[in-house]
């Protein structure tokens, strides 16, 4: 089956770039996704790619695809306290579902 | 717009107790899903429904059960819950064809 994979931790400055890597395994996806969840708190969807893209940028965020490794990362730019949070990578692929990775926590400190 | 909204917040039951979790979506989206959140494990999927009508299993479905009421409502009922049960749980939505899945901001579940 598909699976997508994270490293568990990072930690940074505030004022540093944080960047957030995952892979996956399933050469027919569709959209990868990145959500953002604070604790106890739901999930936030951050922001997608489709999977004909290599890059798309939205504010601090910018994403990279490469499609022929399964490779996506999340770069946040000036990364602040408020952004300290688990990340989750999902691929979906096919049909419907969306398969999430284990979440990378990120910690910003001052 | 309220978006994706899951009752109850918070829930502690008894072993062998039963009850249903509720999801509603007000965006008019044609799927469904309820994930369950463990700690180091991440987001697994129990069950899908791709539209009114339809329910599939996702990766762990064993003592679940679901029901898509209508368009809007899609609950998930545990008929005789266990420890193993205790988690975070979500429901998300999405419309056909569309890319963005939205998650409610679930429910805390504890089996004791």
């Known amino acids: 089956g598909e699976d997508v994979e994270q490293s568990l931790f990072l930690s940074v400055r505030e004022g540093d770039s944080s960047v957030i890597n995952c892979t996956y395994t399933?050469?027919?996806?569709?959209?990868l996704y990145w959500y953002k969840q604070e604790p106890g708190a739901g999930l936030q969807l951050l922001t997608y790619i489709f999977s004909n893209m290599d890059m798309k940028q939205d504010q601090r965020l910018t994403v990279l695809l490469n499609k022929k490794d399964k490779h996506l990362s999340l770069r946040i730019a000036d990364t602040q306290t408020g952004d300290s949070a688990i990340y989750f990578c999902a691929e979906r692929s096919g049909y419907s579902t969306l398969t999430f990775g284990k979440g990378t926590m990120l910690l910003v400190s001052p | 717009n309220a978006g994706v909204t899951q009752t109850p917040k918070f829930q502690v039951l008894k072993t062998g107790q039963s009850m249903t979790l509720q999801c509603a979506q007000d965006?008019?989206?044609?799927?469904m899903y309820w994930y369950r959140q463990d700690p180091g494990m991440g987001l697994r999927l129990i069950y899908y429904?791709?539209?009114?009508?339809?329910?599939d299993k996702g990766e762990v479905p064993n003592g679940y059960n679901v029901s898509r009421l209508n368009k809007r409502e899609f609950s998930l009922r545990l008929e005789s819950a266990a420890p193993s049960q205790t988690s975070v749980y979500f429901c998300a939505s999405r419309l056909q064809g569309g890319a963005e899945a939205f998650f409610g901001q679930g429910t805390r579940l504890t089996v004791v």
């Open positions: 965006m008019n989206h044609n799927s």
């Open positions: 429904s791709a539209s009114e009508g339809t329910t």
């Open positions: 399933d050469s027919s996806s569709t959209y």
